[in-house]
């Protein structure tokens, strides 16, 4: 099937008119698994437009052995055109892996920040949470994606006050991972979601975060100051977040 893939058009075609282009292979991949991993839009289309059956839309959202749907294999694999045609073509854009990861998750934790416009129009997608109980935006934090945060910071829908399964804020997880550059950018963010209130009362709610504690009842500032998270203490005095 990949092999066929690869080739030229008139094989395509061949491919095309097989009765069986709908099977999947010993890892359950479909046709449509390997043309996203080789983005093929053009073979998605085609095989879309040809049979409009049940079995078409199956094969479209069909679970592979690693739990991933072929818009899973084009996110992965950075695969745009395939997620434009498949998104076009109305898949499912929010089945689950086996960790509980969606396509976005995905495409946070590998910066594809092209590909997030495709996500935009549902807010749903971006509160779905993993089996850790993270959203695709505290995976971005862990994946250490600034720049994508920072990109979408006018994206109401991130998830910005949501906690995980540990009940760890995405400031827990920016200070868990001594990332005082991620400190920087969440706060910034927070900042534009608090909207245009006096200075004052702006640092005072920004400092009432550092107090929301976890399951294990460590606030964000807990962590921050033991001594070996010193980098994230220093930041959060560098952005008067903590009375010197």
């Given at each position: 099937?990949?092999?066929?893939?690869?080739?030229?058009?008139?094989?395509?075609?061949?491919?095309?008119?097989?009765?069986?282009?709908?099977?999947?292979?010993?890892k359950s991949k479909?046709?449509?698994?390997?043309?996203?991993?080789?983005?093929?839009?053009f073979v998605i289309e085609k095989l879309a437009c040809y049979r409009k059956d049940a079995a078409c839309k199956?094969?479209?959202?069909?679970l592979d052995h690693e739990g991933y749907t072929p818009m899973h294999r084009a996110v992965i694999n950075k695969s745009l055109g395939s997620v434009q045609e498949?998104?076009?073509?109305?898949?499912?854009?929010?089945?689950?892996?086996?960790?509980?990861?969606?396509?976005?998750?995905?495409?946070?934790?590998?910066?594809?920040?092209?590909?997030i416009d495709y996500f935009m129009y549902d807010k749903s997608l971006f509160t779905k949470t993993d089996k850790q109980g993270n959203t695709p935006f505290m995976n971005a934090i862990l994946a250490d994606q600034r720049d994508l945060l920072l990109m979408n910071r006018n994206?109401?829908?991130?998830?910005?006050?949501?906690?995980?399964?540990?009940?760890?804020?995405?400031?827990?997880?920016?200070?868990?991972t001594k990332n005082s550059s991620m400190i920087w950018c969440l706060m910034y963010y927070?900042?534009?979601?608090?909207?245009?209130?006096?200075?004052?009362?702006?640092?005072?709610r920004l400092k009432s975060l550092l107090q929301v504690r976890?399951?294990?009842?460590?606030?964000?500032?807990?962590?921050?100051?033991?001594p070996s998270y010193k980098v994230c203490y220093d930041r959060l005095k560098?952005?008067?977040?903590?009375?010197k």
């Open positions: 099937m990949t092999a066929l893939l690869k080739a030229d058009m008139p094989l395509i075609e061949l491919l095309l008119e097989s009765p069986y282009h709908f099977g999947a292979d010993r479909t046709i449509f698994h390997h043309a996203a991993e080789l983005d093929k839009p199956h094969a479209l959202n069909a498949l998104s076009r073509l109305g898949v499912f854009m929010d089945p689950e892996d086996a960790y509980g990861l969606t396509p976005l998750h995905h495409a946070v934790e590998l910066g594809l920040s092209n590909f994206n109401p829908h991130l998830g910005l006050f949501k906690v995980n399964k540990d009940g760890d804020s995405p400031l827990h997880l920016a200070v868990a927070y900042a534009i979601h608090i909207g245009q209130i006096p200075y004052e009362a702006k640092q005072s976890n399951k294990r009842g460590q606030s964000v500032l807990d962590i921050a100051s033991l560098e952005l008067g977040l903590i009375d």
